[in-house]
C-alpha cells in the first residue's frame, strides 16, 4: 500500500477480529435489472492466452512452435549456474530450454535481452539467491531479474534451496514480458513487476512462503504489481499470501484467477515506496489502481477480505466475480481509514457489479462508488474505518 511504514501482520490480526461475517445487511439497489448489469459486465480477451495453452498442451511445451527460426540452446539437467550464459549463447531472441530435472542457481539471472526461457516438464530452478525479508523496506533479491523487452518464462519450478526464497522474478523497466505456466513455492514475493507496461503474468500456481503466519516476516505477496499501463493477470492460482494478488498502476486487467486461503485475497491498491531494487532504487507504486478490470476471478475462504479496494483505487469496473467463505467481507470498498496503521484516502467512482453472484456481500465505505446488485452491508449498523 502506500505509505511507510505498510503494516504489521499483529495489526492485520487486530483489524480482522474487529469484524464478523454474521454482519446485517440491507437490500441492495433492485432498481437496476439483471439484464442492465450482465449487459455491463466487460469482456475479457483470452484468445492469445488460449493460443498459448493449445501450444503448451504439445508433447513438447510447443518448443517446437515458439523456437521455429529461433537458435535454441539446451540445458541438461544437472546444471549449476548455467542460465546465463545458456542465455548469452541464444542471443537475441532465442530459445532457452532447461531439460527435465533440477538446475541450480547460487546468483541472480539478469536477463538484458529479448529471449524465451522455457522449461521441459518436470523441469526445476532451485535457487540460493537472498533471503527472508523480515521488515520495510525490502531488498527484492530476485531469482530471475529481467531487464529487457519480450522476455518469456514458461513452464519452470521455482522453488529456493532453503525452503525460504526471497523474490522468484523480478520485472525492472521490461515491456511484453510474459510469465506463463510456472509454478512457485517459499518464496515471499513470486512475481514482481516493479514497472513496465503491457506485461502478461499467465495461468501460474503460486504458494507463498508462510513464514508470516509465524511472525517471522511481515509482508508475503503472491503476485505485485507497482507500476505499468495495460498489465494482464489471468489465470492465476495463488495461496498462503498476505496479500494474494496486489496490483497498482492504470489500465490493467485481472481475470480467471483464483485466490484462497490468503490473508487477503485481491487487492487494489497503492504499493508503497518500499521496494528495494537490486540496483539500490527504492520504489513502489507511482499511482493508486485505477481504470482496472476484474472479472471472474474467485476469491474464496481468505481470512480477512475477499476483494478489498482500497488507498484511493478508482474507477475500476469489478463484475462477477464468486468471493465467499472470507473471515470479513467478501468484497470491501474502504473509505478514509487508517485501519493498516496510516492513513489511506478513501476509494472512490468504482464500479461494483454482483452479476452471477447476487449474494456476495459487498461493504462500500468509499466516494461515489456504484453497487449494482449483491447484498449491502448497513453501514449504520457496521460502521465504516
Sequence with gaps: MSRFPLLAIALL???????????PVAPSDESTSAATAVA??????????????????????????????????????????????????????????????????SGTVEISIPVTVMGEAGAELVSSVGGLAPVLPIQVAPVIHIVASHVSIQNLTFRPASGDGNTAIL???AEHTVVFRNQFSGYQFSVVVA?????????????????WQTGAISFAFGITLANGAHASVMDNTVSNSVFGI??????????FNTAQG?????????????????????????????????????????????????????????ADNASSGNG????????????????????????????????????DCGIDNQIIGGALVDNTVVPCD
Design 13 to 23: 490480526f487486530v483489524t480482522a477480529a474487529g469484524c464478523s461475517r454474521s454482519v
Design 40 to 105: 455491463r459486465i466487460p469482456h475479457v480477451d483470452r484468445t492469445e492466452l488460449d493460443q498459448m495453452e493449445q501450444l503448451a498442451a504439445m508433447p513438447d511445451g510447443g518448443a517446437g512452435v515458439l523456437g521455429h527460426g529461433r537458435k535454441l540452446v539446451e540445458v541438461p539437467a544437472g546444471s549449476h549456474d548455467a542460465l546465463a550464459a545458456a542465455i548469452d549463447q541464444a542471443g537475441a531472441h532465442g530459445m532457452v530450454v532447461l531439460m527435465s530435472g533440477v538446475h541450480e542457481e
Design 171 to 173: 520485472v525492472d523497466g
Design 195 to 211: 514497472s513496465g507496461d503491457e506485461n502478461r503474468i499467465w495461468h501460474n500456481t503460486i504458494q507463498t512462503n508462510g513464514a
Design 246 to 255: 496486489f496490483v497498482s498502476g492504470p489500465q490493467g486487467e485481472m481475470a
Design 262 to 318: 490468503n490473508f487477503i485475497g485481491i487487492v487494489l491498491c497503492k504499493v508503497a515506496q518500499a521496494l528495494i531494487l537490486p540496483d539500490g532504487t527504492l520504489t513502489g507504486a507511482e499511482t493508486s489502481c485505477h481504470e482496472w478490470v476484474v472479472v471472474d476471478n474467485t476469491s474464496v475462504s481468505n481470512f480477512t477480505t475477499g476483494l478489498l479496494v482500497i488507498d484511493g483505487a478508482n474507477n475500476n469496473v469489478i
Design 328 to 363: 470479513t467481507f467478501d468484497v470491501d470498498l474502504t473509505g478514509d481509514t487508517n485501519r493498516l496503521g496510516f492513513f489511506a484516502p478513501a476509494s472512490f467512482e468504482n464500479t461494483f457489479i454482483a452479476g452471477s453472484y447476487s449474494n456476495i456481500e459487498v461493504r
